[in-house]
């Protein structure tokens, strides 16, 4: 069972569009990290959520933390072709040393 | 530049040749974990390690062993290598959490394995 569901699984956009992506579970988590991924390179760390209701801004992409704390979403302002990639959010456990669970990502594609 | 740094980049085995990835970093970091990124299967954790000399198994670990002799190495072995290995596969590390809070894996560039 997949802890964490990202939706869409693919987006492609035009230049300046806006979108927003999706990370949801039923269970609750003390923070939770976002990443973007570039063909043939590691996943970057962009931001780490931990307080419910909490958003985070970084230029054109904002995030933000559920209430809850089971769900957060990665809302992309005037999208520009840079910002394709494999957007991932993922959870870390305690009882595997903190370790990361990944999502299986979402793939924005941006054209000109 | 400070980073995890894994070798080789790329590299093919025949099927029951072994190998081990390398993985260092010079962050001083406790936390250092190994995954294999598949189509349509995500990242999936294959061992961590929470400081030199402590290693567990993840999600996968069959056919991989892992040993953590000092804070900034963390090479991953294959014992018998299999074609269900051909994958690319990550190191990254991490400091401890702080309050049970992590805040970030940094990543290695990966080693894409291909077994014959």
Known sequence: TQLLEQSPQFLSIQEGENLTVYCNSSSVFSSLQWYRQEPGEGPVLLVTVVTGGEVKKLKRLTFQFGDARKDSSLHITAAQPGDTGLYLCAVVTSNSGYALNFGKGTSLLVTP | NAGVTQTPKFQVLKTGQSMTLQCAQDMNHEYMSWYRQDPGMGLR????????????????????????????????????????????????????????????????????????
């Open chain 2, 45 to 116: 954790l294959i061992h961590y390690s929470v400081g030199a000399g402590i290693t567990d198994q993840g999600e996968v670990p069959n056919g991989y062993n892992v040993s953590r002799s000092t804070t900034e190495d963390f090479p991953l072995r294959l014992l018998s290598a299999a074609p269900s290995q051909t994958s690319v596969y990550f190191c990254a590390s991490s400091y401890s959490a702080s309050r049970g809070i992590n805040y970030g894996y940094t990543f290695g560039s990966g080693t894409r394995l291909t077994v014959v």
